[in-house]
């Protein structure tokens, strides 16, 4: 395929994921207002803002598919999203102890003059029981500030789980490629 691809992302989380693929891909920062409208759920969060993201990339980059993105953690109907520091990172954590927590990952693929192409997955991570000295030990080693929900499951987050229920295991990590190259076949892309 010979249309140009773009990751409207500058996550170096999403970069990492969508490199699996093979594709060559460039990496542009979508202009988005992210901030929630009033009693938006998390799910239509999500949902927008992977929208927004790919179509504001598209508008600039006629010609150009544009992979668009977004993930909004739940727990109990409120998002929760990046701590941004430690005492709210331990905060996220001790909130979400022995609870399940779901994580909406939203995902568009968009291109100038046509309609984008979307998909959602749900990913439902349980929880165990955390105490706080394992809460901070964790975000003491690991410091995922940047991250929704406070951990990196890809790493010593994992640790902190009774389960994931998913049909992506990438989608927690914030794009998940088996809706990516769905998307991207349906768009025309040869995967593999």
Same mark, same amino acid.
């Given at each position: 395929m010979s249309l140009p691809l773009i990751l409207g992302s500058t996550s170096a989380y999403r970069h990492e994921l969508l490199s699996r693929l093979r594709l060559p891909f460039d990496c542009m920062r979508p202009k988005v207002d992210e901030t929630p409208r009033a009693g938006e759920s998390p799910l239509a969060l999500a949902t927008r803002l992977a929208l927004a993201k790919a179509e504001d990339v598209a508008a600039r980059q006629p010609g150009a598919w544009v992979i668009g993105s977004d993930q909004v953690a739940e727990l109990h109907g409120a998002p929760l999203g990046k701590p941004g520091g430690r005492e709210a990172a331990i905060a996220q954590l $001790? $909130?979400?102890? %022995? *609870?399940?927590?779901?994580?909406?990952? !939203? /995902? $568009? /693929? $968009? *291109?100038? %003059?046509?309609? !984008? /192409?979307q998909t959602v997955d749900r990913t439902v991570v349980v929880f165990r029981d955390l105490h706080g000295d394992e809460i901070a030990r964790y975000v003491d080693a690991e410091q995922p500030f940047d991250c929704a929900g406070s951990f990196k499951c890809e790493g010593l987050g994992i640790s902190l789980f009774e389960a994931i229920r998913s049909d992506d295991p990438t989608a927690l990590v914030g794009l998940p490629l088996i809706a990516t190259a769905r998307l991207l076949r349906s768009a025309g892309y040869a995967l593999p």
């Open positions: $001790a $909130a979400m102890s %022995g *609870r399940s927590v779901v994580f909406h990952t !939203a /995902l $568009a /693929l $968009a *291109r100038s %003059g046509q309609p !984008a /192409l």
